[in-house]
């Protein structure tokens, strides 16, 4: 494989994983010694094992941080801090993005930013969408009301009502307050644990 049909097949941010451009081909092996070889050269960056960059995308479009975490896990989507930050419902900005798994937890460190994924049981992996984070990007991202749920989860004590102020709450930029409240009642009935339920219950105490 030479580097322009890489360049042809990888999508436009320029993140691409192994399967995807194996696909069809007679020599995988040939092709993972040309993938060594370039990122020896410094034309590929390998964000993990089977995760690849371009280190120069000549479209100029740099992969989203959300599109990344993507990457990094399959089956996971975005949540807790990362996704209430994208709703404009924090104030703080977050310099890790998290997601959450039916997979082991880790924390990677890579050479476009920190990412975190943390663990849920698989009834609880619901609730996510795509979204476009950047234009012509899209990338699963948790519902306003499920990142909440999700950090709440797995906070622990984050029904007592000194939390959920300390939160600094906004209603999210996508629903109105609300049908922000009625979903976030609906999807902590869904989830079905009691310290969701009071929180839920709690929120409704607390101006968004």
């Known amino acids: 494989m030479k580097f322009e049909e890489l360049l042809e097949m990888v999508p436009p941010e320029g993140i691409f994983r192994t399967g995807q451009i194996l696909a069809g081909r007679r020599s995988p092996d040939h092709v993972r010694r040309q993938l060594h070889r370039w990122i020896r050269q410094g034309r590929v960056i390998q964000l993990r094992r089977e995760v690849y960059m371009l280190a120069d995308n000549r479209t100029g479009v740099r992969p989203h941080p959300f599109v990344v975490a993507n990457y990094l896990k399959v089956g996971s989507y975005v949540s807790l801090q990362s996704a209430l930050s994208h709703y404009g ?75 959920l102020r300390e939160l600094r ?21 869904e989830m079905n644990t009691p310290k969701l339920k009071r929180a ?9």
């Open 89 to 163: 419902m924090i104030p703080e900005y977050v310099p890790v993005t998290t997601s959450v798994t039916t997979a082991r937890p880790e924390t990677l460190e890579t050479d476009v930013g920190w990412f975190q994924f943390r663990h849920i049981a698989s009834r609880l992996l619901s609730r996510f969408e795509t979204v476009e984070p950047a234009p012509r990007q899209q990338a699963f991202v948790a519902t306003p009301e499920k990142a909440l749920l999700d950090l709440l989860y797995l906070t622990p004590h984050s029904d007592d009502m000194n939390y």
């Open 169 to 189: 709450l906004t209603s999210p930029t996508t629903v109105d307050s609300a049908e922000f409240r009625r979903r976030l009642h609906e999807v902590a009935e």
């Open 200 to 208: 839920a219950e709690r929120l409704e105490r607390i101006e968004l």
